[in-house]
């Protein structure tokens, strides 16, 4: 993939809807935490981990150029 190839990726209507999915799964998450926290911890645990795991999805670099 070269650098035009990947700018054309992100243009996509599917991949600009996968961020955007990506991302409101986070702040739904972060929702059910300011409401629930504490009431059951490895609960609390386990979607911390989930916003981490998302977190790195819309962190990664996914542009390597191989052309």
């Not at 955007?20 to 009431?39: F, P």
């Amino acid at each position: 993939m070269n650098q035009s190839d990947f700018k054309d990726w992100q243009s996509y209507p599917m991949t600009k809807l996968f961020f955007a999915s990506v991302q409101n799964r986070i702040e739904g998450l972060k929702e059910e935490l300011s409401y629930q926290a504490g009431e059951n911890p490895r609960a609390d645990n386990m979607k911390v981990g989930a916003i981490q795991a998302l977190r790195d999805v819309l962190d990664t670099d996914w542009f390597e150029e191989t052309e």
